[in-house]
């Protein structure tokens, strides 16, 4: 089972950017669908964005599309989530997650989660 670690989290203000990383253990790491989901106070989590094994296709939520941007490296065993044009309402903890089928990920029950690392975007 792969364990995950977020880290990169902080408190910015409005239209900053934040790049959160996800550090994954074992050698499978390329054997996973990755995947970013966050959780604000009082509401439930909600997926964010989700990437393939390879890397080389990703999907976001409509409230991500084109301000964050999923990557991964699977020589160094990372996920990443830059997050530009950050609004107060993205305010959450960022988990990442993982799951050797795509679907888990996109239906939200992945196999795998993080602890999860804070964002706080100040108006």
């Known amino acids: 089972q792969v364990q995950l670690v977020e880290s990169g989290g902080g408190l910015v203000q409005a239209g900053d950017s934040l790049k959160l990383s996800c550090a994954a253990s074992?050698?499978?790491?390329?054997?996973?669908?990755m995947g970013w989901f966050r959780q604000a106070p009082g509401k439930e989590r909600e997926f964010v964005c989700a990437i393939i094994k390879s890397g080389s296709s990703s999907y976001c939520s409509d409230s991500a599309k084109g301000r964050f941007t999923i990557s991964r490296d699977n020589a160094k065993n990372m996920m990443y989530l830059q997050m530009d044009n950050l609004k107060p309402e993205d305010t959450a903890v960022y988990h990442c997650?993982?799951?050797?089928?795509?679907?888990?990920?996109?239906?939200?029950?992945?196999?795998?989660w993080g602890q999860g690392t804070q964002g706080t975007v100040s108006s």
């Open positions: 997650a993982a799951d050797q089928v795509l679907h888990n990920i996109v239906g939200s029950n992945p196999a795998a």
């Open positions: 074992g050698r499978t790491f390329n054997t996973y669908a």
